[in-house]
Every structure is written in structure tokens, then in C-alpha cells.
């Protein structure tokens, strides 16, 4: 018998592109979002970038270079090759839940945050996180 935990990550894998527009990979409406979390941010030159729920690295095409770091995070571990096409564009990779990130306080100037809220348990606590690892003056992109 599957735990309601493996039902919910199946049915994620298998069903959550067919009813969710904007998780349809370069769909209108996908490439629509990513665009516009990017409005305002012509430059990240000398920004230290965090990226929370980064799934596969989807929106890291939309941001644009350089940056003085960028980190991409997510609760799944990415394949190899996965990684390796964030090595090539200078972003680093780690497994890290949001709602309790093992980063230091206060060392990013952004944040940006693409379609995860309402995947959390406690969406407050992951609030509370990205303002923690924000410096001060810091921006977050939801």
C-alpha cells in the first residue's frame, strides 16, 4: 500500500502538466510568467541570486547575466546532466527545503521564487526564510 505521500509525488509526476498552464513547458503562458518576473531586472551584474524551487533550472534562461553568484536550489536532487548545464552557465546547485534553508542570514540581493507557494505545508515558514537570507534593501521575485 503507497503512502499518501507517494500517491501525491506520483500523481505530480504523472498529471500536473495536463491541468496546470503555466508548468506546460514553453507554453504561452509559461514563458509569459518567467518574462515577467524578470521585468525590472535588465541587469543582475554583481548580484548574489538565489533561487528557491528551481525544478530543472527553467527559469534561468529568463534571467539576465552576469551575476556575482547564483544558486539555484530545490527539495529534489537534479540528475548529472542537469547539473552540469547549470555548471556551464555559472549557477550552483543544492538540495534545500525552503522552509528551512541551511543558508546564511542576510546574503542575497534576490531572491526569486517561481510556482511553489502552493506546493508547501507551511508557506508562512518559507516566507519567513527568504526574508532571512535577503540583505537588506534585497529584492524577492514571486
Known sequence: MRTPEEIVRKWYAESYNTISATARENSIFNRYLHRKLENGFNSNENLAILEVGGNKGEHTSYVKGPWNKYLMTDIK????????KLKNRQIEFAVEDVQKL?????QFDRVIVTCLFHHLDKPYEAAQ?????????GSITI
Open 77 to 84: 536532487e537534479l540528475t548529472s546532466e542537469e547539473i552540469n
Open 102 to 106: 541551511n543558508l546564511e542570514s542576510n
Open 129 to 137: 526564510e527568504l526574508l532571512r537570507v535577503t540583505k537588506p534593501g
